[in-house]
């Protein structure tokens, strides 16, 4: 299969639901029309960001059809179809590819452990065979899926079986091996770097397509920093690399996803509260998250 790389962005997008925790697919239509006007390059759907796992099959469906026809061709669409079960992530890689979907992507069954590359291909290949004219990317995410296995393993593995592998979705901070993996075979797959708030790094080793939340809210510094870097204007890139760190830290602070849903809102797109098991933040929570925003001049950024 032909390996086509991305470049630049891709946002890693949240699922917009009602106040009863119900998906609202009527409020997909602006985010993908806001990400457009931010030059994003691409989506990715029902991932981490995107509360998957918490997502019913018959949800994650409605909201890939959601997304692609919201998308209507302007920018590329991944779906993340893993599952603790095999068969459903076939299931919804098959439905991904029906549904005109660019991209599959998949995290490994993680309730199960997975401690070896070669259980790790087996089970990837069967995901993968349901949509078999779809590219497919491995999804690695340690830090949430407790499967932390040699990648570049993997990509020597997988030209016998998985024949549709274009690349990884590297979410972690092992900067060397993600250089590996981008210098594998003179550069045979495609690696999408997925921490934002080490995005620079990833740049000087390589990288050029990279995935992440916050690029849904901030989109703009990261374009600066992209052009900054490009100029070898390295000091304010390191400057915009720092005001991202920041952000990540008030995310953390304030309690990850939920505090990223409440960013969203405050910058104008509500996409609506988590789910259960994540909890919402309190009304203090949020104006304390809002003063600062303000202080590190997130809303700026905006402009």
Not at 4 to 22: H, L, R, S, V
Request: proline share 4%; net charge neutral; hydrophobic share 45%.
């Amino acid at each position: 299969m032909t390996r086509n790389k991305m470049e630049g962005m891709i946002a890693a997008t949240f699922t917009p639901m009602k106040e009863d925790g119900c998906v609202d697919a009527a409020k997909v239509k602006p985010m993908v029309d806001r990400l457009v006007a931010d030059r994003v390059k691409g989506i990715f759907v029902c991932g981490s960001t995107g509360e998957g796992p918490s997502l019913t099959t018959a949800e994650r469906k409605l909201l890939v059809e959601a997304f692609v026809q919201a998308a209507g061709k302007r920018i590329k669409v991944f779906v993340h179809v893993g599952h603790n079960s095999v068969a459903e992530a076939k299931d919804l890689a098959a439905h991904a590819q029906k549904a005109g979907a660019d991209y599959i992507s998949a995290t490994p069954p993680c309730y199960f452990k997975i401690n070896t590359v070669s259980a790790l291909v087996d089970c990837l290949a069967e995901i993968a065979s349901g949509a078999p004219e779809m590219p497919f990317y491995y999804y690695n995410i340690p830090a949430l899926t407790g499967v932390a296995l040699d990648m570049v393993e993997l990509l020597r593995r997988a030209a016998a079986s998985l024949p549709t592998l274009a690349g990884i979705k590297y979410t972690t901070s092992l900067i060397h091996e993600y250089q590996a993996c981008l210098n594998f075979e003179e550069g045979a797959y495609d690696l999408l770097y997925g921490t934002d708030e080490m995005l620079l790094s990833a740049l000087v080793v390589g990288a050029k397509g990279y995935i992440g939340s916050t690029y849904n809210f901030a989109a703009p510094l990261y374009e600066k920093l992209q052009v900054s870097f490009d100029k070898g204007d390295i000091r304010t890139a390191q400057r915009l690399q720092m005001k991202a760190v920041r952000m990540v830290q008030l995310i953390n602070k304030y309690g990850g996803l939920a505090a990223q849903k409440t960013m969203m809102k405050l910058a104008g797109t509500d996409c609506g509260p988590v789910r259960l098991p994540l909890q919402p933040l309190e009304a203090e929570a949020v104006k304390s998250l809002e003063k600062d925003l303000q202080i590190m001049g997130f809303f700026n950024e905006r402009s």
